[in-house]
Each structure stands twice: as structure tokens, then as C-alpha cells.
């Protein structure tokens, strides 16, 4: 738009310049000088004509000028910039741990639930760790070994990853966009904790309550129970793929379906 004002102002000038000094365009060098002449005894007649001429030209330069500074200077979308450059960044330093959680929950963690493997459920989603003395002396502080021993589909691994890319599509406020993906975290982090309970219960080092106090986990209702959160979790982790998806430059990876 700027470019376009100048553009026109350009034109006002040159058409106003055009009118104050006609140039003879066909004709002999007497007709050209009886015009120079002619308008020499104008502005002899009216002295005031060229003020107002070098006026003009001072000021259609100014708007010009003005103009087209402010094309160059002020953004078309200086938050929309910021938000992309920063949403690119994120999606590079976490799609790779939402990617491979993805593709472990519907292919290896979906086989132990079938199997029932309660044991090799459990390393899937234990959290790393917690830090020791004895990680003080690592020049790390123990990080990556702690890092390590995350599960596959734990929380710190996948979910915390989860969380942080669904805040890159906020700016000043919390986007409906981001609250929507949140949501369905939350709800994927309802079904991990659920999860490693019924892991506890059907390995023995939990007991859940009832009507009288503490009573032996059935296996079967557990296994049941399993599948049914299985399946929660994997279609809350389908709409938040969806809505990411809907938000991510065409030139990166989308995030995978279960």
C-alpha cells in the first residue's frame, strides 16, 4: 500500500511539473524558443507563479519521501512473524519426542496392553528418576542417565513435550487453539496415571479400595480397564494432532495419527 501512495504522489508531481513547463514535441527551434519566451514574460507577469511552483515540488518530495519510508519501515504482521518463527523453533526441538511417543503408543505399547504385560507396561510410562547426591559430582548433574530411564510414553518424555508445543500457538493470551490441545493432554496424562495405578494393582504393590477396605485387584476387570484407557488416551492424542496439524507450516512434518 505505502509503494502505491508513492506511486501516485509521483505521478500528482510529474503531471503538476508537466503543466507548469509544456515541452513542444513537434515543431521547429523557433517554436521552441517562443515558448521559453512565452513563459519567461508569465512568470515575469506573475512572480508569485514560481513560488508556488518550487512550494509544490517541495512538498509532493516530502510526501514522497514520507511515503515511501513508511512502506519500508512498518511490518505487515510483526506478531504473526515473531509467532511463526517461534512456533517453527519449537516444533523442532519437540516434534521428535511427540513423533516416536506417537509411534510407540499404537504399535509396542499397544502389543504389552494386549498381552497384558503388566510389567513392561509399567517401564513404558515410569518417570526418570529422582535426582541423588551422587549426581552432583557428574559434570551433567546426571541429567541424560536420569533422561534415560524415562519410558518411552512417560510424561516427562512425551506429555511435558505435548504441553510446551500447544503454548507456541499463543501470543499475548492463551488461544482457544492452545487451551483445546491442553485439554487433551490433561485427559492423556489422566489415562498414564490411571495406567501405571493398574500396573501396581495387577503386579501386587497396590491395592485398590471397596465396600470393606482393601481387596485383591481381578485381573481380568484390570485388563478390561486397560484397553478401555487405551483407547481414551489414543483419541484424546488424535485431536490434539488435528488441531496441531491445522496450525503447523506445510513444511514440516505432521504429527502422526494413532
Known amino acids: 500500500m505505502g509503494k502505491f501512495i508513492a506511486a501516485c504522489l509521483a505521478f500528482a508531481a510529474l503531471s503538476e511539473v508537466s503543466a507548469f513547463s509544456p515541452l513542444a514535441t513537434r515543431g521547429s527551434r523557433s517554436a521552441v524558443l517562443s515558448s521559453v519566451s512565452d513563459n519567461a514574460d508569465n512568470n515575469e507577469r506573475h512572480p508569485d507563479a514560481l513560488d508556488n511552483r518550487a512550494d509544490f515540488l517541495r512538498k509532493t518530495a516530502s510526501a514522497i519521501v514520507a511515503a515511501t519510508s513508511l512502506s519500508v519501515v512498518v511490518p505487515t504482521d510483526p506478531a504473526h512473524a515473531r509467532g511463526r518463527a517461534t512456533l517453527e523453533q519449537a516444533y523442532d526441538r ?12 499404537k504399535t509396542a505399547l499397544k502389543k504389552l496392553i494386549n498381552k497384558d504385560d503388566w510389567a513392561g507396561i ?3 510410562l515410569q518417570e526418570p528418576p529422582k535426582k541423588t547426591k551422587a549426581d552432583n559430582v557428574k559434570i551433567d548433574g546426571g541429567i541424560q542417565e536420569r533422561a ?18 500447544a503454548a507456541q500457538f499463543s501470543d499475548n493470551s492463551i488461544s482457544a487453539k492452545t487451551k483445546s490441545m491442553k485439554k487433551d493432554v490433561d485427559e492423556i496424562r489422566g489415562v498414564v496415571n490411571e495406567m501405571q495405578s493398574i500396573c501396581r494393582q495387577a503386579l501386587g504393590e497396590e491395592s485398590s479400595g471397596g465396600l470393606f477396605g482393601k481387596k485383591q485387584a481381578d485381573k481380568k476387570e484390570l485388563s ?29 512434518q505432521r504429527l502422526p495419527l494413532l
Open 94 to 105: 519437540y516434534s521428535s519426542r511427540i513423533i516416536d511417543g506417537g509411534n510407540f503408543y
Open 122 to 124: 509399567q517401564v513404558a
Open 148 to 165: 534415560a530411564q524415562a519410558g518411552k510414553f512417560s510424561d516427562a518424555r512425551v506429555l511435558v513435550a505435548l504441553d510446551l508445543l
Open 224 to 252: 478390561k480397564r486397560m484397553r478401555e484407557l487405551y483407547l481414551t488416551g489414543g483419541n484424546a492424542w488424535n485431536r490434539y494432532a488435528f488441531v496441531a496439524n491445522e496450525g503447523l507450516p506445510k513444511t514440516v
